[in-house]
């Protein structure tokens, strides 16, 4: 038996019209009559047709990967996934260098040079003999110098040479696999980062200027943390799902 067909099945079998099955589960009615007829070409492709598969069979309490590998297997077996490393490499090598280096030296041999000054005016002083113009020697006292505490400058503080995803406008998208789904994450332009299966377990990060957009196959299996705020989950099980997600402080939804 087909998707397609098992799906219908199991509608019909639960009692659902495609119009009440389209309420429940978000899926337009006529994407669900196309469906049932194994027509996936209003689906948008492969990827969006097996998030409307494992969707509806979660619903309808069918085995959703099963019906998904039926689907794969029907169109050509599962896609090669992409490793994220290789999509996404950093534009420039970023230099972290301290630029107080330099400026630090110097000022603590300033500060040295001054201590050992101090300390010959110090040990030389003392009281001077100085013949006066009668031919009489007197004894003068020679000034002491004036006592002053030398402080070592304070270390500079180092400035951070990566700038806040705030002040640079780079989202950081972090998602952590609760169970196996796949998504697909692209940068605020549309260039694709990664598309895949993350397994269960698996923690994942991408960086992208302005904002990323994300697909989830199961809004449910995932949690996230944007700019290092904790988003949680970003929806229900087996609810297929389009998020973007900007360089503005994210709210859980």
């Known amino acids: 038996m ?18 009440e099955l389209s309420r429940r589960t978000r899926v337009r ?7 049932e007829r194994d027509d996936f070409s209003l689906c948008g492709g492969d990827f969006y ?22 689907f794969d297997h029907m169109h050509g077996g599962v896609p090669l996934p992409v490793r994220a490393s290789s999509i996404f490499q950093a534009e420039k090598p970023i230099k972290i260098r301290d630029r107080h280096a330099l400026n630090w030296t ?3 041999a300033v500060a040295l040079a001054v201590v050992v000054v101090f300390g010959v005016v110090k040990t030389m002083g003392g ?12 004894s003068v006292p020679a000034a002491s110098p004036s006592t002053s505490i030398v402080k070592a400058p304070e270390p500079p503080r180092k400035e951070a040479s990566l ?6 406008g780079t989202v950081v998208f972090q998602v952590r696999a609760e169970r196996s789904t796949r998504l697909t994450v692209r940068d605020a332009g549309g260039r694709r980062l990664f598309s895949g299966t ?24 995932v949690s996230l943390l944007v700019n290092g705020k904790d988003l949680g989950v970003p929806g229900r099980p087996g609810q297929s799902l389009k998020r973007f997600y900007g360089a503005a402080a994210p709210s859980r939804r």
Request: glycine residues 10%.
């Open 49 to 70: 047709a097996r998030g409307h598969v494992r969707n509806l069979s979660t619903f309808l309490g069918i085995d959703a990967e099963a019906m998904v590998h039926e």
């Open 163 to 168: 700038s806040s995803p705030r002040q640079n």
């Open 127 to 138: 009281k001077g003999d100085v013949t006066t113009a009668e031919g009489r020697e007197v």
């Open 198 to 221: 993350l397994p269960a377990g698996k923690t994942s990060v991408w960086r992208a200027k302005t904002g990323v957009r994300v697909t989830f196959a199961d809004a449910g299996a």
């Open 106 to 108: 110097m000022a603590m």
């Open 29 to 35: 009615e006529a994407l669900i009559n196309a469906i």
């Open 2 to 19: 087909s998707v397609g067909a098992r799906l219908a099945e199991a509608r019909e079998a639960a009692g659902l019209s495609a119009e």
